[in-house]
């Protein structure tokens, strides 16, 4: 399987800067790519986990349209573990680049989320972020039912 077609084609764009496929669904296709830190360009990519996964970036889009980066900024605030669950996981983050020291979706500050799908990127690719499987549990079917992205592999 041609990886990079397959990203480009969940994408709907050339894939870049792609490094590798970080974690991949329950048919084989890639779920999360890991990024270079910069792109062919030169411009920063800010976030080391890109979830591709065209049925799982709907679902957490829908986590997002419902207020869903807001009330998880909120419940990590909150909540201790979870709170302890996005420091770790963002020092990890941060080790991971050092050249781009930003945490999960680019972000400086730990104080409010940006982007849910980053999280649950990073909980795919790196497992035991407890914060990323709580966003990731809102999404009623992890896994398409259809295996969509063999369109794309089959070229």
């Known amino acids: 399987m041609d990886d990079t077609r397959v990203v480009s084609w969940q994408l709907g764009r050339p894939a870049r800067p792609f490094r590798r496929v970080a974690a991949r669904c329950a048919y084989g296709f890639p779920a999360v790519t890991e ?25 957490i889009s829908r986590v997002e349209a419902e207020g869903g980066v807001e009330r998880y900024s909120r419940e990590a605030k909150e909540d201790a573990e979870l709170g302890a669950s996005l420091e770790r ?40 972020y407890e914060l990323g499987e709580r966003i990731m549990g809102e999404v009623e079917e992890r896994w398409c039912p259809d295996r969509r992205c063999e369109r794309a592999a089959q070229g």
């Open 35 to 59: 990024q270079a830190p910069y792109g062919a360009d030169g411009e920063p990519f800010p976030t080391t986990f890109y979830l591709t996964c065209p049925w799982l970036v709907a679902g």
């Open 89 to 128: 996981a963002d020092a990890e983050q941060r080790s991971l680049r050092p050249e781009l020291p930003v945490g999960i979706a680019g972000t400086r500050s730990r104080e409010n989320l940006k982007c849910l799908h980053a999280h649950a990127a990073f909980a795919l690719a790196r497992p035991g």
